[in-house]
């Protein structure tokens, strides 16, 4: 639609000023709402979910972020794999309290050490596709083919959909993280005093809901940080993935 400034003639000009604030806003609004929803989509192939267990008490883990972070420019990044950073708490004891550091990640962790059975856990520490992972690499291509995984955020809500395209669909449970990026920290004790830390991919909240018939809807409020999402789906009560999503938000 053209917008012909020649036939406001007859107005006067605050009321010409008025009809274009007023279709400003109105334009604004309407944007708005579309950059608002925002449809993800697997594809059939497996893309693997990478996570990082990290922590700003820890002096060993800023090489391991900035690594993580460089993964913003790769082409790969989204269609084969999916990266996050969970930040775990027992390092605060070390004088420097972690704003990111949750005891929910820093037991996700835990559950992973026990399914290894292994008694410690330790940062950086890298998992893919619910294993431990000791090489620091991109992920290659995987050649599973486990479905399609489709995510789609609107009005304050999340609807996912998972078809394996093999069988019927089954009860599985969506795990669904926000993740923030360029958080920069000024650390100003523990191991990493003095430093400014800068990180991507952190975790700032996980949701988790059962799929019924591959199927799940559930609210879900995204604030001012929130720069992209990833989601994966498991077994219910399962770690490993089946199969991950993610991308953008802004």
Not at 2 to 20: I, L
Not at 21 to 50: V, Y
Request: proline fraction near 6%.
């Amino acid at each position: 639609m053209q917008f012909n400034v020649a036939e406001t003639a007859p107005y006067s000009q605050g009321k010409f000023e008025s009809m274009r604030a007023i279709i400003f806003i109105m334009l604004c609004a309407g944007w708005n709402a579309q950059a608002a929803d925002r449809t993800f989509e697997s594809g059939p192939q497996k893309i693997h979910l990478l996570e990082l267990f990290t922590s700003e008490g820890c002096s060993s883990c800023p090489p391991a972020e900035a690594w993580l972070s460089k993964m913003k420019t790769e082409p790969r990044l989204w269609k084969d794999f999916v990266p996050i950073a969970f930040h775990v708490d027992y390092w605060d004891r070390l004088g420097w309290r972690d704003p990111f550091a949750s005891k929910q990640w820093t037991a996700r962790q835990y559950q992973y050490s026990a399914s290894w059975k292994s008694e410690s856990v330790y940062t950086p520490g890298f998992v893919l596709d619910g294993r431990e992972c000791l090489k620091r690499a991109v992920p290659p291509s995987s050649s599973e083919r486990p479905g399609v995984l489709k995510v789609v955020v609107a009005d304050e809500k999340i609807t996912a959909e998972f078809n394996s395209g093999n069988g019927p669909k089954r009860d599985l449970a969506l795990h669904l993280a926000t993740l923030g990026f360029d958080r920069t920290t000024k650390i100003t004790a523990g191991e990493n005093n003095g430093r400014n830390l800068h990180q991507d991919f952190v975790v700032l909240s996980l949701a988790s809901e059962q799929m019924s018939n591959g199927k799940v809807e559930f609210p879900l409020t995204l604030d001012a940080r929130t720069g992209a999402i990833a989601a994966w789906i498991t077994e219910p009560n399962q770690l490993e993935p089946i199969q991950a999503v993610g991308g953008w938000l802004r």
